[in-house]
């Protein structure tokens, strides 16, 4: 079910080019279909996203957007177990990104200069929240919570109907708690383009985030430049560094965990103990037959799982650099002292009773990370993903006048005379 790779310096370099390939897989087919998606919905509007839904989720609403009434509803009908869970959970992600927020900052001089940044919310966000049997009300909190916080003045949402032709109620009840400001009932690339281009229902928005389905991804990534977004995210993955302290029962829950996700999820672990090689697979075969998605996570597991013996803990650390996957698990004896050396990672669990659901519903940092090696450049969603930063500044005569023989010194080398011109004219005043 799942193989065993000894990192020799050829092993494992295979598998690892396995996986990237696996992130690059684009399909035409689908990027086609998404560009004539994108184009409709821009020349034709509400129109052609009722066309899509219809095509696509077979229902379509006489109205696009839910009714504020419906989505209060929602949460006075909920299952209080679960708005407690959410409100928890909730409290603890607000508290983690109130910690990001930055300030803008004002900066005068003794000679009159006046240097500065303001730092602001985006006006208006879209958020992609995926319905039906794939509802998670957990990545509401995890995008809702931080735009709020940057202080995005309008927060948009749209979500696939469901099989009945309404909207997922968790879905709602999770907007509702986090003060999303209205909900369409839309979903695929079509939604994705009502967000970008705006319709006559749907404002147009100044960025995109959320996950979704191939369809989904790949129109955010060709509306890029359009439209900001959040990241290009490829399928889900998990990576772990055990030494022969980690409990193999752990493990493979936590591979398995990340296999459900997706047919094309990694879920890989870097041990340098051979008995955990053999334990861990044992243990994987036994606790498979009781999961719901077991079809799904043997397929994951077959394809993109893996479990590679290691020499040494120096070269799980490099390979885990190498790799910068998207949740890194750290169950070695006193994980923390390697948080130092462990550079590329979206999110780093660290001890054996930190599985990586505590990152996904309720820990507090974000669970929207980077995948597919990203790691190495790119962040994980967080407070800063919802500001624009603007510099400003002011001079004084005087001021410029100091400054103008060294602009102008610039100006000359790099041929810009017009740029000279707009100092010397100030000049002969």
């Given at each position: 079910m799942i193989r065993t790779v000894i990192a020799d310096g050829v092993q494992e370099k295979e598998f690892f080019e396995q996986m990237r390939r696996r992130s690059r897989q684009t399909r035409q087919d689908v990027a086609r279909a998404v560009e004539e998606i994108l184009e409709e919905v821009r020349l034709h509007g509400d129109e052609a996203v009722r066309r899509y839904t219809l095509q696509f989720d077979r229902r379509c609403p006489e109205q696009f957007e839910v009714d504020r009434e419906r989505i209060n509803d929602a949460l006075t009908e909920a299952d209080p177990a679960f708005v407690s869970a959410l409100l928890n959970a909730q409290e603890k992600i607000a508290a983690f990104h109130q910690r990001q927020k930055t300030q803008g900052f004002i900066d005068p001089q003794p000679d009159g200069v006046i240097l500065g940044q303001r730092v602001r919310g985006l006006h208006r966000v879209g958020l992609y929240v995926p319905g039906g049997t794939a509802a998670y009300p957990s990545s509401v909190l995890m995008n809702a919570i931080p735009a709020k916080i940057a202080g995005v003045k309008e927060l948009i949402m749209v979500t696939p109907p469901g099989p009945d032709g309404k909207p997922n109620p968790d879905i709602l009840v999770a907007a509702a708690l986090c003060g999303v400001d209205r909900v369409f009932l839309m979903g695929g690339a079509q939604a994705v383009a009502a967000l970008a281009w705006g319709t006559e229902s749907v404002p147009r928005c100044d960025k995109i985030v959320g996950p979704g389905n191939v369809y989904v991804a790949t129109a955010k990534r060709l509306l890029y430049g359009t439209v900001d977004i959040d990241m290009i995210a490829g399928p889900s993955e998990i990576l772990i560094l055990a030494d022969?302290?980690?409990?193999?029962?752990?493990?493979?829950?936590?591979?398995?965990?990340?296999?459900?996700?997706?047919?094309?999820?990694?879920?890989?672990?870097?041990?340098?103990?051979?008995?955990?090689?053999?334990?861990?697979?044992?243990?994987?075969?036994?606790?498979?037959?009781?999961?719901?998605?077991?079809?799904?996570?043997?397929?994951?597991?077959?394809?993109?799982?893996?479990?590679?013996?290691?020499?040494?803990?120096?070269?799980?650390?490099?390979?885990?650099?190498?790799?910068?996957?998207?949740?890194?698990?750290?169950?070695?004896?006193?994980?923390?002292?390697?948080?130092?050396?462990?550079?590329?990672?979206?999110?780093?669990?660290?001890?054996?009773?930190?599985?990586?659901?505590?990152?996904?519903?309720?820990?507090?940092?974000?669970?929207?990370?980077?995948?597919?090696?990203?790691?190495?450049?790119?962040?994980?969603?967080?407070?800063?993903?919802?500001?624009?930063?603007?510099?400003?500044?002011?001079?004084?005569?005087?001021?410029?006048?100091?400054?103008?023989?060294?602009?102008?010194?610039?100006?000359?080398?790099?041929?810009?005379?017009?740029?000279?011109?707009?100092?010397?004219?100030?000049?002969?005043?």
């Open positions: 022969d302290t980690a409990n193999p029962v752990y493990l493979a829950a936590d591979l398995m965990g990340q296999a459900e996700h997706d047919r094309m999820a990694s879920a890989v672990l870097l041990t340098t103990s051979e008995r955990l090689v053999e334990q861990t697979a044992a243990q994987l075969a036994q606790q498979i037959q009781k999961l719901e998605r077991r079809a799904i996570s043997e397929e994951s597991l077959e394809h993109f799982g893996a479990i590679v013996l290691c020499r040494d803990e120096a070269q799980m650390v490099s390979l885990a650099n190498e790799l910068a996957p998207e949740h890194l698990e750290v169950q070695v004896r006193e994980p923390m002292r390697l948080l130092g050396v462990l550079d590329n990672a979206g999110s780093v669990f660290l001890g054996e009773y930190t599985p990586e659901p505590l990152g996904d519903y309720y820990a507090g940092p974000n669970h929207v990370l980077p995948t597919s090696g990203t790691a190495r450049f790119f962040s994980p969603l967080g407070v800063d993903s919802f500001v624009k930063r603007s510099a400003f500044l002011y001079y004084t005569r005087d001021a410029m006048a100091e400054a103008a023989p060294d602009i102008l010194t610039i100006a000359a080398r790099e041929g810009l005379s017009a740029h000279a011109n707009a100092v010397k004219v100030r000049l002969k005043e």
